[in-house]
């Protein structure tokens, strides 16, 4: 019997447990004839003779490895839940976005064992998953913000279809057919993990091992998945953080502008500060303010910007606003957008050739139309951002305000003036003055 012990010392403690009893359960590992090796429970149950003699010994067993394999998998997946959980810990103090990608990237090559790492960000709006930060070939880090996929094929299709969210791939050139100059030519074992805030997807966790070779573990891929659905709920969480954060920023910004624009008294100084603000603090290429004229039901030009990004003199110009700069009023929202104003507005004048981003937004004074704010990324192309366009909306509020007010400061300081001026030509009257005296004094008046 005791030659079936994996472990010869095994024998000695078990003799040992049969003199201090007559019963004895003990769990070792055992030899079968073919030299295979399993776990058994072993009751052993001493048989003496009338005299109190060791007869024989009663001996059954069980097969215990079944239970002994999934007791030492709960071990160890109790470890991994407890490393996801630092993880998940380490990457919820994330206050930036950026700050927790690296966190992210940091953790599965550094903690979870894998050669390469590529987190890519989910677009709702255009369906794509952007890269956002990734390893090279040779083992750098990469950040390209320019590297996007569509969700309609490929591993990120096969990640959103299937139910446990993730996709892994054993031979990913061969199944791909990549050809020798694609980036991921030689990449064998490839997983892609779906990263989640509850439902909402939010992006996701690409990795291989093209560095070592090595296979991917299925307590590798187990790692991953776990650790995918902290790191959904932490980028989440920081890059509503970093929203609030910008928003508190553009609101501060938006207030600071209008408590400027507030103080100036001028007409004109108004309007040229709303320019400049729209540009320097907003981050416009161009910009332009049309007044609205409601006798002739046209838009009257006041300083605007050139194809060089140079301040014009438009007070000048009269337009229907046909355009864009009409549509502003239109809209429930007080503004319109398009990505493209050339293809949009075709054929477009000059001054808006190649025009592509472009934004107009209405003022008002309460329920009163005061005018129109156009701007545009000529310039530059970039695109306008949702932020861009929520600062300049806030701001039209303000500046709406503060253009009808500085007409309401002109219009009465006209009439003080007036008054004033009214004031002298009646005590010019009641003077005794010889007729040319008075014509004198009263043009003097006039012209002063």
Same mark, same amino acid.
């Given at each position: 019997?005791?030659?079936?012990?994996?472990d010869?010392?095994?024998?000695?403690?078990?003799?040992?447990?049969?003199?201090?009893?007559?019963?004895?359960?003990?769990?070792?590992?055992?030899?079968?004839?073919?030299?295979?090796?399993?776990?058994?429970?072993?009751?052993?149950?001493t048989?003496?003779?009338?005299?109190?003699n060791?007869?024989s010994?009663?001996?059954?067993?069980i097969?215990?490895?079944?239970?002994?394999?999934?007791?030492?998998?709960?071990?160890?997946?109790?470890?991994?839940?407890?490393?996801?959980?630092?993880?998940?810990?380490?990457?919820?103090?994330?206050?930036?976005?950026?700050?927790?990608?690296?966190?992210?990237y940091r953790?599965?090559?550094?903690?979870?064992?894998?050669d390469?790492?590529?987190?890519?960000?989910?677009?709702p709006?255009?369906e794509?998953?952007?890269r956002?930060?990734?390893?090279?070939r040779?083992?750098?880090?990469?950040t390209?913000?320019?590297?996007?996929?569509?969700?309609k094929?490929?591993?990120?299709?096969?990640?959103?279809?299937?139910?446990?969210?993730?996709?892994?791939?054993?031979?990913?050139?061969?199944?791909?057919?990549?050809?020798?100059?694609h980036p991921?030519?030689g990449?064998?074992?490839?997983?892609?993990?779906?990263?989640?805030?509850?439902?909402?997807?939010?992006?996701?966790?690409?990795a291989?091992?093209?560095?070592?070779?090595?296979?991917?573990?299925?307590t590798?891929?187990?790692?991953?998945r776990?650790?995918?659905?902290?790191?959904g709920?932490?980028?989440?969480?920081?890059?509503?953080?970093?929203? #609030?954060?910008?928003?508190t920023?553009?609101?501060?910004?938006?207030?600071r502008?209008?408590?400027?624009?507030? #103080?100036?008294?001028?007409?004109?100084?108004?309007?040229?500060?709303? #320019?400049?603000?729209?540009?320097?603090?907003?981050?416009?290429?161009?910009a332009?303010?049309?007044?609205?004229?409601?006798?002739?039901?046209?838009?009257?030009g006041?300083?605007?910007?050139?194809?060089?990004?140079?301040l014009?003199?438009e007070?000048?110009q009269?337009?229907?606003?046909?355009?864009?700069?009409?549509?502003?009023?239109a809209?429930?929202?007080?503004?319109?957008?398009?990505k493209?104003?050339?293809?949009?507005?075709?054929?477009?004048?000059?001054?808006m050739?190649?025009?592509?981003?472009?934004?107009?937004?209405?003022l008002?004074?309460?329920d009163?139309?005061?005018?129109?704010?156009?701007?545009?990324?000529?310039l530059?192309?970039?695109?306008?951002?949702?932020?861009?366009?929520?600062?300049?909306?806030?701001?039209?509020?303000y500046?709406?305000?503060?253009?009808?007010?500085?007409?309401?400061?002109?219009a009465?300081?006209?009439?003080?003036?007036?008054?004033?001026?009214?004031?002298?030509?009646?005590?010019?009257?009641t003077?005794?003055?010889?007729?040319?005296?008075?014509?004198?004094?009263?043009?003097?008046e006039?012209?002063?």
């Open positions: 019997m005791f030659d079936h012990l994996a010869a010392n095994d024998s000695a403690i078990i003799l040992k447990l049969l003199e201090s009893s007559e019963t004895v359960v003990y769990e070792t590992r055992w030899k079968r004839r073919d030299g295979s090796v399993f776990w058994g429970q072993v009751a052993f149950r048989v003496k003779d009338e005299r109190g060791v007869v010994y009663e001996v059954s067993i097969d215990t490895t079944e239970r002994r394999q999934a007791e030492e998998a709960l071990k160890e997946r109790q470890k991994l839940l407890e490393k996801v959980l630092k993880w998940g810990q380490e990457v919820a103090q994330a206050t930036g976005t950026e700050e927790c990608l690296k966190s992210i953790i599965v090559r550094e903690e979870i064992g894998l390469r790492v590529g987190i890519f960000v989910y677009d709006d255009r794509v998953a952007c956002v930060l990734g390893t090279e040779d083992g750098s880090v990469v390209s913000p320019n590297v996007e996929f569509d969700l094929g490929g591993e990120f299709a096969k990640v959103v279809q299937s139910p446990e969210g993730y996709a892994h791939t054993a031979d990913y050139t061969a199944e791909h057919n990549l050809p020798p100059e991921m030519y990449v064998k074992e490839h997983v892609v993990v779906a990263m989640k805030a509850g439902e909402k997807l939010v992006g996701f966790l690409c291989d091992n093209l560095l070592t070779q090595r296979p991917i573990t299925p590798q891929i187990e790692a991953l776990l650790f995918a659905s902290y790191a709920v932490a980028f989440e969480n920081s890059r509503l953080l970093e929203e #609030r954060r910008q928003r920023e553009l609101l501060e910004k938006v207030y502008v209008a408590r400027e624009i507030s #103080r100036v008294t001028g007409l004109k100084a108004c309007i040229l500060q709303i #320019r400049n603000a729209v540009i320097n603090e907003f981050g416009f290429d161009r332009a303010v049309w007044l609205y004229d409601p006798e002739t039901d046209m838009f009257c006041t300083y605007g910007t050139g194809r060089n990004g140079e014009t003199d007070w000048d009269r337009i229907r606003g046909d355009r864009s700069v009409r549509r502003a009023f809209q429930p929202s007080g503004f319109f957008h398009t493209d104003y050339e293809a949009t507005f075709a054929p477009a004048p000059p001054i050739e190649g025009v592509k981003e472009h934004i107009s937004v209405s008002w004074a309460g009163k139309p005061v005018g129109v704010i156009t701007a545009d990324m000529l530059t192309q970039r695109k306008i951002t949702p932020e861009q366009i929520e600062a300049l909306r806030l701001f039209a509020s500046a709406g305000i503060a253009i009808e007010n500085a007409r309401l400061v002109e009465l300081q006209r009439q003080t003036n007036e008054l004033e001026l009214l004031n002298r030509l009646i005590r010019l009257a003077q005794r003055l010889d007729p040319d005296s008075t014509a004198r004094a009263v043009v003097k006039l012209e002063g």
